[in-house]
C-alpha cells in the first residue's frame, strides 16, 4: 500500500486505466480529447473552465494540470483567480441555497 | 540589477558545469537522451541542409540582465566582435549565396559598429538583414532615439523579445521598467511604420515562456498578444514567435535553483515531436560569436560547442562546402527545439 493517497506522478500513468479496461478507457480518451478542442467555445475558454471544476472537484492532478495548461496559453495569475472564484462562488452558493431547506423546516416546526 | 553568472562568480558560468548537470540525472536513469530519440526516427547523426541564415553575435554587452538569458548576456559583459571579424563576415556574404543576416547579442546595438555593419550589408546586398532587438536599447540612451528610424532606412526587420503584454510577467523575467519602455519603443516602431498590417517593414515579437513551463500555441498567443497590446497600448506588430526556454546558462541556473530542472526537461522529453526534428534551426544555420568562431546554433555557442570540423571552425577558415558536409553536435539541451511545435529563432518549426 502506498504512504500516501496521491502521488504526482500517478497523472502520467492516467493513459494505464486502459490496462484494466482498454475498450471504456478508449471511450472515455476518445470523448475527452473532443471535448477539448475548439468549437462554440474556445479551448482557451475551456482551460479555464477546467481549472475551476478542477478546484470545485477538488482534484490535484487536475489542478496540476490545468494551471500548466493555463500558464501554457498565457493566461495570467488575475484571470486564474477569477475563475477560481466562479467556481468557489457556484460552490458557496450551492452551500447556501440549501439553507433555504433548513430554514423552511425551521418556520414549519417552529411556533 | 543582477549580475550575469559569470560576473557573480556562479558555478554554472564555466561551461563544464553546465555540461555536467545536462550530462546527470534525469538522464542517467529515467530519460532517454536526445541521440536515443534520434536513432529510431533516422536523424542520427543529425545533418545540416543548406545555409539558409547566417546569425551573428555581435557581442555579450546587454543593458538588460534578463532571468532567462541562454547568452548570460549583461552591461559587465565586455566580449564584443571587433572590425576585422566583421569585415570577414562582409567577405563571407558576398562570397556565398546566404540569403538571411541574423544580428544577435547581448545588445547588438551596443557594439560601436553596428549601424556601419548593417550598412555595409546593405551595400552588398544581403536580401534579408534581421536584428534582434530587446526594445528597452531604443530608449535608454538619446543616441539610440533614432534606431526605428535607421532600421526603416535598411529595410531591418526587427524581432523584439516581449514575454507578456502587461508589466508583472515582463518585469519579473527582464526586470523592472523594462515593460514600459518596450512599450514606448514599440510605438516608436510603429510611429515610423514598423509593424502596420500591410507594411513591409516587418516588427515581430518573440514570446519566451516566463517561467519552467513549455509555450502554448503559437497562434492562440499572438492573438492574445494582439488584442492586448492594441486595445492597451495602440501597438501593431506582424507575427508572434513562440519560443521554448533552452535549459543552459542563467535559465538552467532558475531551473536548478528552483528545484524545477528534472520536472522540466521530463516535459521536454515527453513533449519531443519527431516532426519538428527536420525543422530545427541548426540544419539551415550557422551561428557566429564575437571572436569569430562557428556552432551549429547559438545554444550550442553559449554551451562552447563549436561546429564539430576542426578545419573550419574560424570565421577566417570558413569553407562552405565542408560545413554542408558537416555533422550537428546535440546534446540534451537540444529537447528544447523539438517539444511540442517546436522551436527556433523563428518561432515553431512543425
Known amino acids: 500500500m502506498e504512504k500516501s493517497y496521491y502521488n504526482p506522478k500517478d497523472l502520467k500513468k492516467f493513459g494505464e486505466i486502459a490496462d484494466f479496461e482498454p475498450k471504456l478507457a478508449e471511450k472515455f480518451f476518445d470523448y475527452y480529447g473532443e471535448v477539448f478542442k475548439e468549437g462554440a467555445l474556445t479551448a482557451r475558454e475551456k482551460s479555464l473552465i477546467a481549472l475551476a471544476v478542477s478546484h470545485s472537484e477538488q482534484c490535484p492532478y487536475c489542478i496540476d494540470a490545468y494551471t500548466e495548461d493555463a500558464l501554457k496559453r498565457g493566461i495570467n495569475e488575475a484571470q486564474m483567480m477569477e475563475a477560481v472564484h466562479v467556481a468557489a462562488a457556484i460552490k458557496g452558493g450551492a452551500t447556501l441555497v440549501h439553507s433555504v431547506q433548513m430554514m423552511n423546516k425551521v418556520k414549519k416546526q417552529s411556533m | ?65 534578463c532571468k532567462h538569458c541562454h547568452v548570460d548576456a549583461g552591461p559587465d559583459r565586455k566580449e564584443i566582435m571587433t572590425k576585422d571579424h566583421l569585415e570577414r563576415c562582409i567577405e563571407i556574404l558576398k562570397a556565398n549565396n546566404i540569403p538571411t543576416v541574423d544580428l544577435t547579442g547581448g545588445a547588438p546595438e551596443m557594439n560601436p559598429l553596428f549601424r556601419w ?117 495602440d501597438i501593431d506588430f506582424h507575427a508572434l514567435f513562440a519560443i521554448t526556454n533552452i535549459p543552459i546558462s542563467r535559465f538552467l541556473d532558475y531551473l536548478v535553483a528552483s528545484d524545477n530542472y528534472e520536472e522540466y526537461m521530463e516535459k521536454l522529453v515527453m513533449a519531443f515531436n519527431p516532426a519538428a526534428v527536420d525543422g530545427v534551426m541548426c540544419k539551415n544555420t550557422i551561428s557566429v560569436d564575437w571572436d569569430g568562431y562557428m556552432y551549429d546554433c547559438d545554444f550550442n555557442q553559449q554551451l562552447d560547442m563549436k561546429v564539430a570540423d576542426k578545419s573550419t571552425q574560424h570565421i577566417n577558415d570558413f569553407n562552405i562546402e565542408k560545413l554542408a558536409a558537416r555533422t550537428i553536435l546535440i546534446n540534451q539541451h537540444c529537447y528544447g527545439c523539438t517539444a511540442g511545435a517546436g522551436s527556433s529563432c523563428q518561432g515553431t518549426v512543425a
Not at chain 2, 540589477?1 to 563544464?16: D, H, P, T, V, W
Not at chain 2, 536513432?39 to 547523426?45: A, G, M, R, S, Y
Not at chain 2, 502587461?166 to 527582464?174: F, I, L, S, V, Y
Not at chain 2, 514599440?186 to 514598423?194: A, E, T
Open chain 2, 117 to 233: 555593419f548593417v550598412e555595409e550589408l546593405t551595400n552588398i546586398g544581403v536580401q534579408e538583414i534581421i536584428v534582434r532587438s530587446n526594445l528597452t536599447i531604443i530608449r535608454a540612451n538619446k543616441k539610440h532615439y533614432d534606431l526605428p528610424e535607421f532600421f526603416k532606412k535598411h529595410n531591418v526587420h526587427v524581432v523584439s523579445s516581449l514575454p507578456y503584454y502587461q508589466a508583472g510577467k515582463t518585469d519579473a523575467q527582464r526586470g523592472d521598467g523594462v515593460f514600459a519602455k518596450s512599450i514606448k519603443a514599440l510605438q516608436s516602431l510603429n510611429d515610423v511604420g514598423y509593424g502596420i498590417e500591410g507594411s513591409d517593414l516587418i516588427l515581430d515579437l518573440v514570446y519566451n515562456p516566463t517561467g519552467a513551463f513549455l509555450p502554448g500555441d503559437q497562434m492562440e498567443l499572438e492573438a492574445e498578444f494582439k488584442k492586448n497590446l492594441k486595445n492597451d497600448f
Open chain 2, 1 to 65: 540589477m543582477i549580475k550575469s553568472l559569470k560576473a557573480s562568480g556562479n558555478k554554472l558560468a564555466m561551461i563544464e558545469n553546465q555540461l555536467k548537470v545536462l550530462a546527470g540525472e534525469p538522464f542517467k536513469t529515467e530519460l532517454p537522451t536526445f541521440v536515443d530519440k534520434l536513432k529510431p526516427i533516422n536523424q542520427f547523426p543529425l545533418k545540416p541542409n543548406k545555409l539558409e541564415i547566417f546569425q551573428i553575435n555581435l557581442g555579450y554587452m546587454c543593458n538588460q540582465v
